[in-house]
DNA sequence: TGGAATGTTCGGCT
DNA sequence: AAGCCGAACATTCC
């Protein structure tokens, strides 16, 4: 799926295309691309305020049309999916529209009413404008959900926005594998296989050390390497393997910058002499990769 | 030709 | 807490 990088610069681009837009249409193919409480219909006739991302998911804050008009109407709409957990939301206030693109999702800016390619499963159409948001997603792992705060989408950090006090939390209260905690969106947020990899070439740390294992060191090399790659991958505007594509359809260039990823049996960029070896950690986990030199499990022995 | 793999996430289990 | 498993799904690859 896009991870951060891909995400960021999906936003980048929406981000002028939506601001102060006014969603005059909603129409959601399928159903259960929807998640949550809230019906889709939450959405139409608000402004979109912010376009924003949080780990690996697009934020759309969008605010009552008519903001700004003090106590305008309480137009109290009750927009409910689900009769056990009935959820009532006020126009007057905000809601957010969270996309999550799964492993295949799109986001495409076309002309309204332009024919829609396959699996696109919701369409956004905004007032006065000639084009619409073509929401796809070939595998339907991802999901939209409206929600009224952000509260439970923020659960853990930004890999980008982490702070040094909230890495420290992270390098204390875990243990595990180096490559799992990179990717485990519950400890932070925004980073899949791809850039796990190139993150623990670049800080030099195998795949598979344990993070109570570190030196103060190590950690403070993984913090900036975690930083530095994701500024990385987002300049070269993300990494484009098969499916990535940013909403007026480019691609990403990071993808012939990968120094680990998909280069099992490659030699090491650096020129260390070793070849990129592939790590297969459980039976339907994804493979690591890494090169045996430039990243040992053990410290090397000093000579 | 079918099975495996895939830029993910979730819940359940130990 | 950590790690393993299976499930959701469609397309591509070997």
Known sequence: MPELPEVESIVRQLRPALIGRTIDGVDLQRPDVLEGDIGIEAVVKRTVAQVARHGKAILLQLANTAAGVSGAGVDRRSITKSRRHPQVVRFDSPVWLVIRLGMTGQCVLAPRGAPRMPHTHAVLTFAGE????????????????????????????????????????????????????????????GIGNIYANEILFAARLHPRQRISRLTDGQREALYRAVKSILRRGIRYGGSTIRDYRTPDGGSGGFQNRFRVYARAGRACTRRCGARIEKLRAARDAQPGFFCPRCQPLAPPARS
């Open 130 to 189: 000639r084009w619409e948001l073509q929401y796809r997603d070939a595998r339907r792992f991802g999901r939209w959900r409206v929600v009224p705060s952000l509260a439970e989408a923020r659960r853990a950090p930004d890999a980008l926005a982490l702070r040094r006090a909230a890495w420290r939390r992270i390098t204390d209260v875990h243990r595990g594998q180096l490559r799992p905690l990179l990717m485990n969106q519950r400890i932070l947020a």
